[in-house]
């Protein structure tokens, strides 16, 4: 490409320089300026199209490169959203573990993802699982070209994207699926038996379903379709917090003898909120990234109207939330009508890319009543989640990913046969491996004294709030 711009530039300077004007059409030069400027018409006509086709072609690999860059860091950011969620849902003496729980997951996912989870997923996927190569890297053209080999910058700008910008967008992904795990089981599970199993899960569990759909295998083969993800990323975090939270079992007096519920309230109430607002902020990043181009008018009107269902989904979530929780509740509900936010957002995730604008408002109001039923639900078997995430994400996710056959065209029985399998897979493995977890000498839950006085104390030795006098707790 800088070869062609300086060679059209050389003949321009040749025509100054020499006195050789086109616009001078006297004595002998006249036949040579003619001849010049010909030369530079012709030069128009051939290479400067070919100059500009290669600067949209490397301007596309920039734009789509620097997209995933920022679209995944507006996903990471759902990490502190989901920390402000579950420290401020829990009670204050448990408050520092969770943070410790979310940096770790986070970190856990990039490691993991890093050394097997990106090729299982995505490297040489024929139909059940990718290659066990380790570790994901530079592809070797881009390296000779950060060396300083220019010859090596078409072979890289043919790929589209930088690999390791895709690599870090998918990353931030498999990080929000262990996100949904750890609020479910907040206050009981053992510390070093979650990273084991966030280990896993983001090292085979996810990076297998994520093979059989994004990946190119039978699941995408069939015709499955989940744009962003309610069934990939939500619904897997999902199951894998239900398998967990069967295991674990629920807090001590959360479900009384005579089948009635304690009330555990929120310990930071604007941190909740604070944390949904973050969420819904980074689902942008979540859902418009997902278009996986930034390289033309068709990408940013796609872009548009999928962070404007984004939108829409979640304020019709919220609102039917709202509406639902006094009569199923008994009262306005603050925390199921924030999660109504969260399950019109992972609702609207599998299709976001539809141009029937409303129903992105359908579909998110009744992800905001699914989470309302599915809290009551929960209360019902005595599944103890603290967060309310199975709701939001795995029952709300199921829903959006069937609302694909009604929005998207989505094939009814592709989707259902994609719902069951992933859901059984997932749960299967997860429930084996907290099982294991919960027989071993480490065991998965902490013990009951350690409960009574909270994991801060006695799993950190620091407390969230040291200047408030704990309260001892009763089961009224």
């Not at 490691?111 to 290659?131: I, Q």
């Not at 379709?225 to 959360?254: E, Y």
């Not at 429930?431 to 006085?453: C, N, Q, T």
Request: proline content about 3%.
């Amino acid at each position: 490409m800088r070869q062609e711009c300086r060679s059209t530039r050389g003949i321009v300077s040749k025509l100054t320089f020499a006195g050789l004007s086109p616009f001078r059409f006297t004595g002998r030069s006249r036949w040579r300026t003619v001849g010049l400027v010909l030369v530079f018409t012709l030069s128009l006509v051939f290479v400067v199209p070919q100059a500009y086709a290669a600067v949209t072609a490397e301007t596309q690999f920039i734009l789509n490169s620097f997209s995933f860059l920022i679209w995944g860091a507006l996903v990471m950011w759902m990490c502190a959203g989901f920390t402000m969620l579950e420290a401020g849902s829990v009670r204050t003496k448990n408050a520092s573990v969770i943070c410790l729980k979310n940096i770790g997951l986070y970190s856990i996912a990039g490691l993991t993802y890093y050394l097997v989870g990106y090729n299982l997923m995505y490297v040489d996927v024929v139909s059940w699982v990718g290659s066990f190569a380790l570790p994901y890297s530079t592809t070797p053209e881009e390296i000779a070209l950060l060396g300083g080999d220019e010859a090596a910058a078409e072979a890289v700008i043919e790929g589209g994207y930088s690999t390791m910008s895709d690599w870090f967008f998918q990353m931030v992904f498999v990080a929000t699926t262990a996100s949904i795990v750890s609020g479910t089981l907040a206050e009981r599970v053992k510390l070093w038996s979650f990273f084991i199993f966030i280990a896993l899960l983001t090292a085979f569990i996810y990076p297998v379903i994520g093979s059989w759909t994004w990946g190119g295998g039978w699941l995408s083969q069939m015709g499955f379709q989940d744009f962003a993800g309610s069934t990939i990323v939500h619904s897997t975090g999902g199951w894998a917090a239900l398998a967990g939270a069967m295991i674990v079992g629920a807090r001590k007096g959360k479900f009384r003898a005579d089948g009635s519920v304690k009330v555990t309230s929120p310990s930071n109430v604007p941190a909740v909120t604070l944390g949904v607002f973050i969420l819904w902020l980074g689902w942008f990043g979540f859902n418009g990234g997902s278009q996986l181009a930034l390289s033309g008018a068709i990408d940013a009107v796609a872009l548009s109207n999928i962070l404007a269902n984004t939108n829409l989904a979640a304020a019709a979530g919220v609102l039917a939330a709202i509406t639902l929780s006094r009569p199923i509740m008994g009262r306005v509900d603050l925390i199921t009508s924030l999660n109504g936010a969260i399950a019109g957002l992972v609702a609207i995730t599998a299709g976001p890319d539809i141009v029937d604008h409303y129903f992105a408002v359908i579909i998110g109001a009744i992800g905001g009543a699914i989470v309302v039923l599915g809290v009551k639900l929960l209360e019902i078997v005595k599944v103890d989640d603290v967060v309310g995430a199975v709701p939001a994400h795995l029952f709300a996710g199921v829903w959006g990913t069937l609302a694909v056959c009604i929005a998207a065209g989505g094939d009814p029985g592709v989707q259902i046969i994609g719902i069951l399998a992933i859901g059984a897979f997932v749960f299967g493995t997860s429930y084996l491996a907290w099982f294991i977890l919960d027989k071993s000498p480490l065991r998965a839950r902490i013990p009951e004294a350690h409960e009574e006085l909270g994991q801060d104390a006695a799993e950190l030795g620091i407390e969230s709030y040291p200047e408030f006098v704990l309260m001892p707790e009763t089961d009224d």
